[in-house]
């Protein structure tokens, strides 16, 4: 299932956001996206519709299998995409706002090449 480019990047977000400090909650989304309140909360809701997150009576957001799925996904492409552009010599702010674009176009079989190729010139 295809999902937009917006939603990938919530799921992302909440990805870092779990890994980096335990629990997350819309505010927190809204601190680091710096997004406004109600469109995180329109996007939570479509998230939560879709079966990509969970939230509990406190508020707290947790991503389904399926939200984790596509959040680590994308991040790993996001990861692997900026180390790469970095490598190659493009400086780490275009090479991390290259990634972010990349990210959510790039076929899954290029995506492969790329880290085959990427593990092989270590």
Excluded at 19 to 24: A, F, I, N, T, W
Excluded at 65 to 78: F, M, N, P
Excluded at 79 to 86: M, P, T, V
Aim: with cysteine; aromatic share 4%.
């Amino acid at each position: 299932m295809k999902i937009r480019e917006s939603a990938e990047n919530y799921l992302e977000t909440i990805l870092i956001l779990s890994q980096r400090k335990g629990s997350v909650r819309s505010i927190d989304i809204v601190d680091e996206l710096e997004f406004s309140k109600p469109s995180v909360s329109v996007a939570m809701k479509k998230l939560r519709k879709s079966g990509h997150i969970q939230m509990d009576a406190d508020g707290y957001i947790t991503l389904t299998d399926k939200g984790r799925s596509i959040a680590e996904t994308i991040y790993e492409r996001h990861r692997l995409l900026s180390n790469w552009l970095i490598q190659l010599g493009v400086n780490q702010e275009k090479a991390v706002e290259d990634a972010c674009r990349i990210e959510h176009v790039i076929s899954a079989e290029s995506f492969e090449a790329i880290k085959k190729h990427v593990s092989e010139h270590i």
